[in-house]
């Protein structure tokens, strides 16, 4: 309780990594991508930020397995992003996160959390933890799977020089010209080029990709990562044409392309 006349205690913003097999069949166990210290601060938070109130629950419900909750799922504090938030992000400063953090300002540690991977990384929740900074709030990220940094080291593509740009677009005419404003990049200054796509498009862009990349260019995607069946494959375009395509239609994949 904070003396008479003292500044009031401010809670922390903790940036939840979840489990990287959102909507796949198989599950990773999650002690195997989790670590204990993640786990703990996770079963011990009451308030929540996330993009789906279901989905947190789910993951919560497997933390509880591995480390006993601190409050009961029903009683969780838990707020959900906007669904504008999702479609269009939060990055460009349109989206005011500060009223969902009151919890933190009243002296609550509260968890950010996206479906899969780092919140705020190729996911809603930039506004919150900028948000959480303006109102002068700590902010911890703690340590889980990242599939973006996964991807990248295992790509042999290179890991000085990256960078993440999203989603391509649906359009063909206009994803070919982006996936070659992309290739002239990278192929020029040597920087990696990294994206994804929903898993029911994967072959959609890895078609896209094998019929306007030069074929020298070095394609890799990674699919599934941390899941029994991750696998990655990273070779020239002109090799992936000869040996088909890949990967399913059902597991996230990161593609990135090089030199």
Not at 210 to 229: D, E, I, K, N
């Amino acid at each position: 309780m904070a003396q008479p006349g003292s500044a009031p205690r401010l809670g922390k913003l903790y940036l939840v990594p979840a489990p990287l097999d959102f909507g796949c069949e198989q599950q990773t166990p999650l002690a195997d991508v989790m670590p204990l210290a993640t786990l703990q601060v996770a079963a011990r938070l009451e308030h929540w930020v996330c993009e789906n109130a279901k989905t947190l629950r789910a993951c919560l419900k497997r933390v509880n397995e591995l480390q006993p909750l601190s409050h009961q799922l029903q009683a969780l504090q838990i707020q959900e992003l906007p669904r504008e938030v999702h479609k269009k992000g939060d990055h460009s400063g349109n989206f005011d996160a500060r009223p969902l953090l009151a919890p933190a300002l009243q002296g609550h540690d509260m968890g950010l959390v996206s479906e899969a991977g780092m919140p705020a990384v190729a996911d809603p929740g930039s506004s919150v933890v900028r948000a959480a900074h303006d109102l002068g709030l700590a902010v911890l990220p703690l340590v889980g799977p990242v599939s973006l940094l996964l991807a990248l080291a295992a790509s042999g593509l290179n890991g000085q020089n990256f960078a993440f740009v999203g989603y391509l677009p649906q359009d063909a005419a206009q994803r070919t010209s982006r996936i070659r404003e992309l290739e002239s990049l990278a192929l020029k200054t040597g920087q990696t080029q990294l994206f994804i796509e929903t898993p029911y498009r994967n072959a959609v862009l890895l078609q896209a990709l094998l019929q306007a990349l030069q074929p020298g260019t070095r394609l890799a995607v990674s699919s599934g990562l941390t899941l029994a069946s991750a696998a990655t494959r990273s070779q020239s375009v002109k090799q992936w044409r000869q040996h088909g395509g890949w990967p399913d239609n059902q597991t996230p994949a990161v593609f990135a392309i090089g030199r």
